[in-house]
């Protein structure tokens, strides 16, 4: 069983920034991929990055391209989201999660498709 864990949520201001980790209990794994997601209020969980262990390429949803960068740290098991000018859209609960092959083309853009999951962390952007 592979646990993750999000941390960095909280309260900011627009325009403002922050940075949610997602660390994993081991290196997962065959794993092929870390996705990003949130959930706001009445709203279905989108996917906002993802990014592929093996070639470190990135996924990005248009509503957050050139303000968020995903990242990762191999030999901590750490995969970073870092977000930038924040708006009140961006609020959410945001959740990481671990995809440990792949099954077809553009299935890390679908969240059943995915193995594990963090408990989320929530991310309020006041205006």
């Known amino acids: 069983q592979v646990h993750l864990v999000e941390t960095g949520g909280g309260l900011v201001q627009a325009g403002g920034s922050l940075r949610l980790s997602c660390a994993a209990s081991?290196?997962?794994?065959?794993?092929?991929?870390m996705g990003w997601f949130r959930q706001a209020p009445g709203k279905e969980r989108d996917l906002v990055a993802a990014?592929?262990?093996?070639?470190?390429?990135?996924y990005y949803a248009d509503s957050v391209k050139g303000r968020f960068t995903v990242s990762r740290d191999n030999a901590k098991n750490t995969v970073y989201l870092q977000m930038n000018s924040l708006k009140p859209e961006d609020t959410a609960v945001y959740y990481c999660?671990?995809?440990?092959?792949?099954?077809?083309?553009?299935?890390?853009?679908?969240?059943?498709?995915?193995?594990?999951w963090g408990q989320g962390t929530q991310v309020t952007v006041s205006s």
């Open positions: 999660a671990a995809k440990g092959s792949r099954k077809y083309y553009g299935d890390f853009m679908r969240g059943y498709e995915y193995d594990y």
């Open positions: 081991e290196r997962t794994f065959s794993s092929y991929a």
């Open positions: 990014i592929f262990w093996s070639t470190g390429n990135t």
